[in-house]
């Protein structure tokens, strides 16, 4: 007797994952954020009642402030990366908006032929694409990001690059870059593809995804 999962039993399990998902990012925006918040509100509140004479607890809590607005920031881009994915929407476009949310000015370009592409394989280039950008906002000091996409009936090619301050790509750091890096990858083995970075100090950062076009996902459309 077969147990391989029935077609409607898939879809329940689909439908629990994204409502597990909506949970998840409720909890974080009702808990984490609002912490994080009244940390800002306090730090901000404590600032005002000192004195000239204490700067070097002023300066302190400016540290405190600062780093409450980057987690509220990092925590919100998080919430939004969370939210299921439209697969009636194009991933391009929430890409680009995605970049826009996170301050970024996003370039775009698209090159092939129409074929498509299974939801769960959106989803993981689309993860991909808000990685590579998460690090040009946060590494490369630039506000300026360009994508390139390219797809064909056997294989697709996203290309992130920006012309920041990029890195030393082969010297290795355990930092959040290197596990951005770390984590694209590790996505693109999910496709049966591969990421490779282009990166050196002064000449900006290239993110380059190259996977194939699963079989099956071809459209019939002429």
Same mark, same amino acid.
């Given at each position: ?53 204490? &700067?070097?607890?002023?300066?302190? !809590?400016?540290? @405190?402030?600062?780093?409450? %607005? +980057? =987690? $509220? ?42 074929? &498509?592409?299974?939801?769960?394989? !959106?989803?993981? @280039?689309?993860?991909?694409? %808000? +990685? =590579? $950008? ?89």
């Amino acid at each position: 007797m077969s147990t391989e999962p029935t077609v409607s039993e898939v879809e329940r399990l689909k439908m629990l994952l994204i409502e597990e998902r909506k949970r998840l990012a409720r909890d974080l925006h009702d808990s984490v954020n609002q912490k994080l918040f009244s940390l800002l509100l306090i730090a901000r509140g404590l600032n005002n009642q000192l004195s000239d004479q204490d &700067d070097a607890i002023r300066n302190g !809590i400016r540290e @405190i402030e600062m780093l409450a %607005q +980057e =987690a $509220l920031a990092d925590l919100s881009n998080l919430i939004w990366q969370r939210q299921p994915i439209d697969p009636e929407q194009d991933f391009l476009e929430m890409l680009v908006a995605y970049g826009e949310k996170i301050g970024l000015h996003v370039f775009v370009e698209c090159d092939g032929e129409e074929v &498509d592409l299974s939801a769960s394989d !959106i989803e993981i @280039i689309l993860r991909i694409g %808000q +990685e =590579a $950008l998460n690090n040009v906002k946060k590494h490369a000091k630039t506000d300026e990001a360009a994508i390139r996409f390219e797809i064909h009936p056997h294989q697709l090619k996203l290309v992130i690059a920006d012309q920041g301050c990029g890195f030393e790509a082969d010297v290795p750091k355990q930092t959040d870059h290197s596990f951005g890096i770390t984590n694209m990858k590790v996505r693109a083995t999910q496709l049966g593809g591969e990421v490779s970075i282009c990166s050196s100090l002064g000449s900006g950062t290239v993110v380059t995804l190259i996977a194939p076009v699963r079989e099956g996902e071809q459209s019939n459309e002429n």
